[in-house]
């Protein structure tokens, strides 16, 4: 887990949780790839994908209002300035990945079976969102742990009413 205060507070499990959800539908997205019924594929990806790019919307609206601007407040530093951009660049870029599938399944509506097209960006969205995540887990996240005044402010944002 991400914050420690997460066993006395849901609303911080929440957000640690926050990267399960966000890893199981690539999870989802990586046994699609690996089908070889490239209709059945193309089917379940083309209904799973409105609630993905809505998850994934909500993921990086929390990271974008709360996590990222209590860490530059906290923590500030050029290198958390850097990170911070970086992934903030790097949440458009999946947006628009997204964008273009749903264009995708928009363009070709006689289609009923993925594409190469389709399979390459998938695979290319699905390792770009690992790293992605990976950068937060591994190096944001364990600095705002690490603070307490971070810790804090994190804690009153989400127990506005
Ligand atoms: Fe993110
Ligand atoms: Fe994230």
Same mark, same amino acid.
């Given at each position: 887990? /991400?914050?420690?205060?997460?066993?006395?507070?849901? *609303?911080?499990?929440?957000?640690?949780?926050?990267?399960?959800?966000? $890893?199981?539908?690539?999870?989802?997205?990586?046994?699609? $790839?690996?089908?070889?019924?490239?209709?059945?594929? /193309?089917?379940?990806? *083309?209904?799973? @994908?409105?609630?993905?790019?809505? #998850?994934?919307?909500?993921?990086?609206?929390? #990271?974008?209002?709360? @996590?990222?601007?209590?860490? $530059?407040?906290?923590?500030?530093?050029?290198?958390?300035?850097?990170?911070?951009?970086? $992934?903030? *660049?790097?949440?458009?870029?999946?947006?628009?990945?997204?964008?273009?599938?749903?264009?995708? /399944?928009?363009?070709?509506?006689?289609?009923?079976?993925?594409?190469?097209?389709?399979?390459? @960006?998938?695979?290319?969205? +699905?390792?770009?969102?690992?790293?992605?995540?990976?950068?937060?887990?591994?190096?944001?996240?364990?600095?705002?742990?690490?603070?307490?005044?971070?810790?804090? +402010? +994190?804690?009153? +944002?989400?127990?506005?009413?």
């Amino acid at each position: 887990m /991400f914050f420690r205060e997460d066993k006395v507070n849901g *609303k911080f499990l929440k957000i640690a949780q926050e990267h399960e959800v966000v $890893l199981e539908y690539l999870e989802k997205l990586k046994i699609l $790839l690996e089908n070889n019924d490239l209709s059945y594929s /193309f089917k379940q990806l *083309k209904s799973m @994908l409105p609630e993905f790019k809505s #998850e994934m919307r909500h993921h990086f609206k929390i #990271e974008e209002h709360f @996590l990222f601007p209590a860490a $530059l407040l906290c923590v500030p530093s050029i290198e958390l300035v850097d990170m911070i951009m970086v $992934l903030q *660049k790097e949440h458009g870029f999946v947006e628009r990945d997204i964008d273009t599938l749903e264009r995708m /399944f928009e363009d070709n509506p006689k289609a009923t079976q993925m594409n190469e097209a389709m399979t390459g @960006l998938l695979k290319t969205m +699905i390792r770009d969102i690992e790293k992605h995540a990976r950068i937060e887990i591994d190096h944001l996240f364990p600095k705002m742990d690490a603070c307490k005044k971070c810790r804090k +402010i +994190i804690k009153g +944002i989400l127990l506005e009413p």
